[in-house]
T-cell receptor, first 112, second 116 residues
Framework: GQQLNQSPQSMFIQEGEDVSMNCTSS?????WLWYKQDPGEGPVLLIA?????ELTSNGRLTAQFGITRKDSFLNISASIPSDVGIYFC????????????FGKGTKLTVNP | KAGVTQTPRYLIKTRGQQVTLSCSPI?????VSWYQQTPGQGLQFLFE???????NKGNFPGRFSGRQFSNSRSEMNVSTLELGDSALYLC???????????????FGSGTRLTVV
């Protein structure tokens, strides 16, 4: 089945630094979603991308839909302590089933 | 508006028992999906319901089942619990089932199930 590979698995950064993480697949995706999960909570949708090449921002977050449709990137600028959490990429599978497949996540730790 | 509500938040069950988890979607959302989250496997799709019909199913054994009521509320049931069923079970709702730009799933906080 379709799989999403996220990297890095974890990141330890200093407050104020910029962060980049990515998600790749051997299959084409028509939609890319980026979620953040805080401890003890469900994932929260950050950004949705629907078109190859699309670049979308949400505050300090920027995500891009790769032109090959097989990858996506999420950048966080000027990180703050509340950015701590696990970031997931996700996309709907092909073939009409439309179920979401998720990457394994990137765990972000921000040192004040 | 109220978010997705899952009950209970925590549950401890004994191997061999069965369990029922409940999910109330956001008002106006008619599609409800269920996911299992474990440290090893991550988030895995269980099933999705729309208009009281199961539309999609993941690769889980038949011990995992669900249903949706006319008010869009959903329940999932796991029978003959195994230790490996210990996980965070997440429910997500969205306004409709298919079509472009309908992937704005809103997740609940989950039910933490521990099987002992």
């Amino acid at each position: 089945g379709q799989q999403l590979n996220q990297s890095p698995q974890s990141m330890f950064i200093q407050e104020g630094e910029d962060v980049s993480m990515n998600c790749t697949s051997s299959s084409i995706f028509n939609t890319w979603l980026w979620y953040k999960q805080d401890p003890g909570e469900g994932p929260v949708l950050l950004i949705a991308l629907y078109k190859a090449g699309e670049l979308t921002s949400n505050g300090r977050l920027t995500a891009q839909f790769g032109i090959t449709r097989k990858d996506s990137f999420l950048n966080i600028s000027a990180s703050i302590p509340s950015d701590v959490g696990i970031y997931f990429c996700a996309g709907p599978t092909q073939g009409g089933s439309e179920k979401l497949v998720f990457g394994k996540g990137t765990k972000l730790t921000v040192n004040p | 508006k109220a978010g997705v509500t899952q009950t209970p938040r925590y549950l401890i069950k004994t191997r061999g028992q069965q369990v029922t988890l409940s999910c109330s979607p956001i008002s106006g959302h008619r599609s409800v999906s269920w996911y299992q989250q474990t440290p090893g496997q991550g988030l895995q799709f269980l099933f999705e319901y729309f208009s009281e019909t199961q539309r999609n199913k993941g690769n889980f054994p038949g011990r995992f089942s669900g249903r949706q009521f006319s008010n869009s509320r959903s329940e999932m049931n796991v029978s003959t619990l195994e230790l490996g069923d210990s996980a965070l079970y997440l429910c997500a709702s969205r306004r409709s089932y298919q079509g472009a730009r309908t992937y704005g799933y809103t997740f609940g906080s989950g039910t933490r199930l521990t099987v002992v």
